[in-house]
């Protein structure tokens, strides 16, 4: 009886010993992934052009994870993904980039207005020529997500459309009006 139940041991030792090899190895793995994806991160942070984003998110306000996300959800071409993610890193090729960096230009100036050094900040939001197309695209969307949410629109086309800074949907106008006339 005794060895029976030495023999059940052995056994059940012998086939315990896989799983716990192999749950060993996936948790070096997974310690392996985390640690490399560490070291990726930090040699990222201290580059000098392409961290600045990442070091500069400010995560008392932005989440680091949220603000990648739109890279987990794959809805970009590759080429559109790898153009934004260089913009980011200031890793595209305007004249701040080719004086400091490249060293090909000798003046650091955008092209536009000439006013301002042209970084990736600048083009895409202070730079006072393109600010004015960058208006006209926020009114575009400011008049779609208002026709979406039942605003009443003065203008027939995007491009006549002037923003207010407070707009108030159908549906709440209405609402508004009812219980008014409840009361
Ligand atoms: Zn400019």
Known sequence: ?????????KIAEELSEPNEKSDAKQEGIQHTKARLGEVLENKWKNKVMH???IRNVDRQLISEEDTFLWLSKGDLKAGTE????A???QAIRTKYYATKILNTETDSKCRLCQQFDETIDHIISACPILVK?????CAQLHFS???ETGVQLDKKHWYEH????VETP???RNHTVESTSSN
């Open 87 to 89: 913009a980011q890193d």
């Open 145 to 147: 997500i208002c026709k």
């Open 133 to 137: 197309r960058h208006d006209r695209v």
């Open 51 to 53: 961290g600045q984003y």
């Open 82 to 85: 790898s153009e934004i993610v």
């Open 162 to 165: 002037v923003p207010k800074s």
């Open 1 to 9: 009886m005794n060895s029976i139940i030495k023999t059940a041991a």
């Open 170 to 172: 159908g549906w709440q």
